[in-house]
């Protein structure tokens, strides 16, 4: 089964230092990986996505991913977090249930300290 | 253009009375999503509807959830008979097909408590 493992809870980073929210996954056939964001009582928007090409794909508000598929890991990045970018993240991998669903990580609050 | 909408944004329900979340996609999308988000849990997939295929229902968790979907547009969600354990964020997503490559674009969500 798909799966997506978000392994640390919280993220505590100081504003203007990089940030590095983690994911690796699991699945077989080809990896569609997406990164989500959710600011207080709102709903999640969309980040970024790997379908194929370039390993390293860049997104919304200065985020990027590299995708590493021996590590089978889909990391999300931005060099210089701002205070506005504490939010809970979810990284997303493809059910290949053969449903078109994405299976969702449990989530990383992220909070960037001023 | 408008986004997906939901409605209410917050509903309060005694234990054993029945719900109903609305949910209206971008319109277009022909793929709809509903999904349960438990406090410190991830994002848990109800049922999916993708034009006029037969839904997914796979992942509602007892028969007391359904969800149909008029006209290819809104769709509503019903919760028969709560329980305190349905109290959660419901979340509802569309995108323009059903190839996964699209990205979801998904509503604010519905607060339920069940007292």
């Known amino acids: 089964a798909q799966s997506v493992a978000q392994p640390e809870d919280q993220v505590n980073v100081a504003e203007g230092n990089p940030l590095t929210v983690k994911c690796t996954y699991s699945?077989?056939?080809?990896?569609?990986l997406f990164w989500y964001v959710q600011y207080p009582n709102r709903g999640l928007q969309f980040l970024l996505k790997?379908?194929?090409?370039?390993?390293l794909v860049k997104g919304s508000y200065g985020f990027e991913a590299e995708f590493n598929k021996s590590q089978t890991s889909f990391h999300l990045k931005k060099p210089s977090a701002l205070v506005s970018d504490s939010a809970l993240y979810f990284c997303a991998v493809r059910d290949a249930s053969g449903n078109n669903r994405l299976a969702f990580g449990k989530g990383n609050q992220v909070v960037v300290i001023p | 253009g408008a986004g997906v909408s939901q409605s209410p944004s917050n509903k309060v329900t005694e234990k054993g009375k029945d719900v109903e979340l609305r949910c209206d996609p971008i319109s277009g999308h022909t793929a709809l999503y509903w999904y349960r988000q438990s406090l410190g849990q991830g994002l848990e997939f109800l049922i999916y509807?993708?034009?006029?295929?037969?839904?997914?229902k796979s992942g509602l968790p007892s028969d007391r959830f359904s969800a149909e979907r008029t006209g290819g547009s809104v769709s509503t969600l019903t919760i028969q008979r709560t329980q305190q354990e349905d109290s959660a964020v419901y979340l509802c997503a569309s995108k323009q097909t059903g190839d996964l490559f699209y990205e979801q674009y998904f509503g604010p969500g519905t607060r339920l408590t069940v007292t």
């Open positions: 790997y379908i194929t090409g370039d390993n």
């Open positions: 699945v077989s056939g080809n990896p569609y």
């Open positions: 509807f993708q034009g006029n295929s037969a839904p997914d």
